[in-house]
T-cell receptor, first 116, second 112 residues
Framework: GAVVSQHPSRVICKSGTSVKIECRSLDFQATTMFWYRQFPKQSLMLMATSNEGSKATYEQGVEKDKFLINHASLTLSTLTVTSAHPEDSSFYIC????????????FGPGTRLLVL | GQQLNQSPQSMFIQEGEDVSMNCTSSSIFNTWLWYKQDPGEGPVLLIALYKAGELTSNGRLTAQFGITRKDSFLNISASIPSDVGIYFCAGRGQGGSEKLVFGKGTKLTVNP
């Protein structure tokens, strides 16, 4: 399957600042990447679908101006949490589709965001 | 929208026991995926199922794509302490969407 990395793995920031999270597909050219958010003891919630070279598609209830997604290349997508607030503290995970079956998604290790 | 019902929510078993968990949906899915997530990490793909009736094994894990395309189960045989974690089912519905729908997870605890 596809190998996915995320950076940073953990970030602590002050309220009001912006945080950028990178998602890289290390061995697969991903035209589509996905961004999820996971709160403690809950399942993964899809935030947006990141399409290379075009605008991301956001899920209902996710503010596109707050969660900026850029998918500038086939191996890199970034999620920027703008003007972060404590309620944005969560575990952010990206995934890519890959391999012989495009229907499968492979996940990165996640980024833990804590907003003080 | 599409939803997956995953059960049980949690399981406490003794090492060596077999485990079974399942997911059901009110709508048809074209793909079923099973993931394991350890604390503080991303989900890791265990088994992928693409055809109704398909039965696939990965070591001590076995999963099946229900014949009705509305359910899937995951079995773990002879559990060991490292099986501890949260298991998620995920499915892709009809219509060509790439999005996955996730179950709420089954938390497995294995007592040595």
């Amino acid at each position: 399957g596809a190998v996915v990395s995320q950076h940073p793995s953990r970030v602590i920031c002050k309220s009001g600042t912006s945080v950028k999270i990178e998602c890289r597909s290390l061995d697969f050219q991903a035209t589509t990447m996905f961004w999820y958010r996971q709160f403690p003891k809950q399942s993964l919630m899809l935030m947006a679908t990141s399409n290379e070279g075009s605008k991301a598609t956001y899920e209902q209830g996710v503010e596109k101006d707050k969660f900026l997604i850029n998918h500038a290349s086939l191996t890199l997508s970034t999620l920027t949490v703008t003007s972060a607030h404590p309620e944005d503290s969560s575990f952010y995970i990206c995934s890519v589709g890959g391999g012989a079956h495009e229907e499968t998604q492979y996940f990165g290790p996640g980024t833990r965001l804590l907003v003080l | 929208g599409q939803q997956l019902n995953q059960s049980p929510q949690s399981m406490f078993i003794q090492e060596g026991e077999d485990v079974s968990m399942n997911c059901t949906s009110s709508s048809i899915f074209n793909t079923w995926l099973w993931y394991k997530q350890d604390p503080g990490e991303g989900p890791v793909l265990l088994i992928a199922l693409y055809k109704a009736g398909e039965l696939t094994s990965n070591g001590r894990l076995t999963a099946q794509f229900g014949i009705t395309r509305k359910d899937s189960f995951l079995n773990i045989s002879a559990s060991i302490p490292s099986d501890v974690g949260i298991y998620f089912c995920a499915g892709r519905g009809q219509g060509g969407s790439e999005k996955l729908v996730f179950g709420k997870g089954t938390k497995l605890t294995v007592n040595p």
